[in-house]
């Protein structure tokens, strides 16, 4: 998946914050759907990686999900901020895993509830 994610982290668009995230869902029947974050002039209009994959998989009509694959091009290992978390909440099961990397090859495999108590702040754009 690493390298689906090094591919995909390509077409992110961040002019703004320069930090570029690329996601995949994994559905239980086991297709994959991407998304990657897309920036724009108007910041509340931007759209994270995680929400366009998961919105992704929805629009086709999958909303079973066995696992989620994050990766950044930031130094450190960089969480899904509250916004996408409420997505997720509202469609993954406590069953499901989430696969956080960096570029570098840094990761981590987390629970959903593990995953729930993480934070993106401020502090993870230094």
């Known amino acids: 998946m690493k390298d689906l994610l090094l591919e995909l982290i390509k077409n992110s668009y961040a002019p703004y ?6 996601c995949i869902v994994e559905t239980k029947n086991g297709n994959l759907f991407k998304g990657v974050n897309i920036e724009n002039a108007s910041y509340g209009a931007t759209i994270c ?3 366009n994959a998961i919105n992704a998989s929805v629009s086709a009509g999958e909303r079973e999900f066995k696992a989620l694959y994050l990766m950044t091009d930031l130094p ?3 969480y899904p ?3 996408c978390k409420q997505t997720i ?4 099961d ?3 895993l989430f696969n956080i990397m960096n570029t ?3 990761s981590v495999v987390l629970t959903f509830d593990e995953l729930m ?3 993106f702040s401020k502090e993870d754009l230094k």
């Open 76 to 78: 450190n290992i960089a």
């Open 94 to 96: 406590k069953s499901a």
């Open 49 to 51: 990686a995680e929400r």
């Open 17 to 22: 914050s320069n930090v570029h995230f690329a």
């Open 104 to 106: 570098k090859g840094e």
């Open 117 to 119: 108590s993480t934070t």
């Open 81 to 83: 901020c509250h916004l």
């Open 89 to 92: 909440v509202e469609f993954f």
